[in-house]
């Protein structure tokens, strides 16, 4: 498993949190995600052999926030 810390940008409730933690569960390969809306932070571990950095972005910048 490989750990990321993603800088999430535009988070100020508690659905988006649910949004962007439903957004990574969703992806095949995710083990574990932690959204922390004080620091805009996304701690995430996952399997590097079926999901990469690019996708999480994705799947996050669908649901209408920016990773810086």
Request: aromatic share 2%; with cysteine.
């Given at each position: 498993m490989k750990?990321?810390?993603?800088?999430?940008?535009?988070?100020?409730?508690?659905?988006?949190?649910?949004?962007?933690?439903?957004?990574?569960k969703d992806i095949d390969g995710i083990e574990n995600v932690d959204v922390n809306l004080e620091t805009g932070k996304v701690e995430v571990s996952y399997d590097e052999a079926k999901v990469d950095e690019s996708k999480m972005k994705e799947a996050i910048e669908d649901q209408g926030y920016d990773v810086a």
């Amino acid at each position: 498993m490989k750990n990321i810390s993603l800088d999430v940008k535009g988070m100020t409730c508690g659905h988006c949190k649910m949004a962007v933690n439903g957004a990574l569960k969703d992806i095949d390969g995710i083990e574990n995600v932690d959204v922390n809306l004080e620091t805009g932070k996304v701690e995430v571990s996952y399997d590097e052999a079926k999901v990469d950095e690019s996708k999480m972005k994705e799947a996050i910048e669908d649901q209408g926030y920016d990773v810086a």
